[in-house]
């Protein structure tokens, strides 16, 4: 491999002649050869975009020539566009803070820029990758910036998957209203419920996460670009400070606001943990859903058997004809990551010391994950799970008409302990809850059966007769 020669203070080092990049991510590529994990998409197109912002702000300024500013937005632009994305070569797990991803963005763009200005790589001139790229910027405000913009970039395609998920299971909701089954508390008989009232219980718990994660991520929008490195804002005059931030705003569309202390907002990554936390009830809803899916699904002759799994692909190695519930056994595992990541980032944010929290990068690779592959599991679950979703009518019915928990309507007219023992001879005998209670009770027949119809047994309200307690 051909190399070329690049100095930082510490010294001279041999870098891939054909590399963007340069001596000070060199480094890091040979410090941390860890998990062989590039930073995240999102969080390489919010680092390069910050520096397309700063060149185009201090331009403004005045700070920095106008040509270089714009060879360096031009640079920025490939990356944005997709281009490059190989030289992102830092790994996950690196230096506190992100000083190497941080570099790894400066030569980048500062050698392409110098390139597209007929310069050598590795040359430097005009444009350096500290004094230029980074200019008025601190890895320390940079990265929790780059944290902020990726999450938001990442959290429409959420919201969208979110809202796509709950209308399918609104739709079976809407469709299975009229089926009347067996309801089921401690996985024992309870009384009836209606498969369209589950359905629109699961898609509830969906908008209302969805509303969760919204309301933690608004913290998000206030941005510690400008505080350099610990906040005082060393370095970076107060025109940058808020031209930055428009500049992005304009970029992004995002309403991204100017810390109202950069202090705090370098300090505390506490931000960041709320939307992880709102990501994580997330998953724990998402998780209980696609469990009671594999309850309700299990079978087909063995189980509870009542929804039939869209068949999206064989089940078995070795047992011929053998369906599973993967899609609901994928969110699961999606969920577990998603519940792993939020207690990495809540272990990272305590781990900030003074004027710095130098776990960010763990943070940005957690919290870009966690957003990803919820939305990107919602969405196939939604398709794939849930809208090509059955009943078994014939299941239905039968776990209903052996329900002992039908006793229950019949507490207000006969009282709480005959209706106890009607349920227990149901039990003993494996009859029916109708046919016992002919047998223990004096009710005429269609006073009984109204009594035991179960339709009206999923809404509120007391069936006529006696006074029994429940």
Not at 31 to 56: D, E, M, Q, R, Y
Not at 294 to 299: E, P
Request: hydrophobic residues 45%; contains cysteine.
């Amino acid at each position: 491999m051909q190399t070329r020669t690049e100095s930082d203070p510490l010294g001279a080092l041999e870098v891939p002649a054909s590399a963007l990049y340069g001596v000070q991510t060199q480094r890091a590529v040979e410090n941390f050869p860890i998990s062989g994990l590039p930073p995240h998409h999102a969080f390489v197109w919010a680092t390069v975009l910050i520096k397309k912002a700063a060149a185009v702000a201090h331009k403004q300024t005045g700070r920095l020539d106008g040509d270089l500013a714009d060879v360096i937005v031009r640079a920025a632009d490939e990356v944005l566009n997709g281009q490059h994305a190989d030289q992102f070569v830092v790994d996950v797990f690196q230096a506190g803070a992100g000083t190497s991803h941080n570099m790894n963005a400066n030569e980048l763009l500062a050698n392409r820029a110098n390139e597209l200005l007929g310069r050598p790589r590795g040359s430097y001139d005009p444009i350096h990758p500290n004094d230029h790229v980074n200019m008025a910027q601190s890895t320390n405000d940079l990265i929790p910036t780059a944290i902020a913009l990726a999450a938001l970039k990442l959290l429409p395609d959420l919201y969208d998957s979110l809202d796509i998920l709950a209308e399918s299971l609104q739709a079976k909701a809407t469709a299975w209203d009229g089926i009347v089954k067996s309801g089921r508390t401690h996985l024992q008989d309870a009384t009836p419920v209606r498969l369209g009232q589950e359905f629109g219980a699961y898609a509830e718990a969906i908008r209302r996460n969805a509303a969760a994660i919204r309301e933690a991520a608004d913290p998000s929008l206030d941005l510690s670009l400008g505080g350099t490195a610990v906040g005082s804002g060393l370095n970076a005059e107060p025109a940058y400070q808020s031209q930055v931030v428009e500049v992005i705003a304009d970029l992004t569309g995002f309403e991204v606001r100017q810390s109202t202390d950069y202090f705090y907002a370098m300090q505390s990554m506490a931000r960041f943990a709320q939307l992880s936390g709102a990501l994580r009830t997330l998953a724990l809803d998402l998780n209980r859903i696609a469990n009671d899916f594999r309850l309700l699904g299990s079978g087909p002759r063995t189980g509870i058997s009542e929804l039939r799994m869209p068949p999206v692909q064989p089940g078995s190695s070795i047992m011929p004809g053998k369906i599973n519930p993967v899609m609901a056994e994928c969110l699961n595992m999606i969920c577990f990551q998603v519940q792993g990541n939020d207690l990495a980032i809540a272990s990272a944010v305590t781990a900030g010391q003074l004027e710095l929290n130098v776990m960010m990068p763990l943070i940005a690779h957690n919290l870009c994950q966690s957003i990803e592959i919820l939305g990107t599991g919602s969405l196939a679950f939604a398709r794939k799970g849930v809208d090509g979703l059955e009943t078994d009518d014939e299941m239905l019915r039968y776990w209903l008409e052996r329900n002992t928990m039908l006793a229950t309507a019949l507490a207000p007219k006969i009282g709480y302990a005959a209706a106890a023992e009607i349920a227990k001879q149901a039990v003993a005998t494996g009859e029916t809850i109708p046919v016992v209670a002919a047998r223990m009770t004096d009710l005429p027949a269609d006073e009984l059966a109204e009594a035991l119809d179960p339709a009206p047994m999923t809404e509120p309200g007391v069936r006529a007769g006696g006074g029994g307690g429940g």
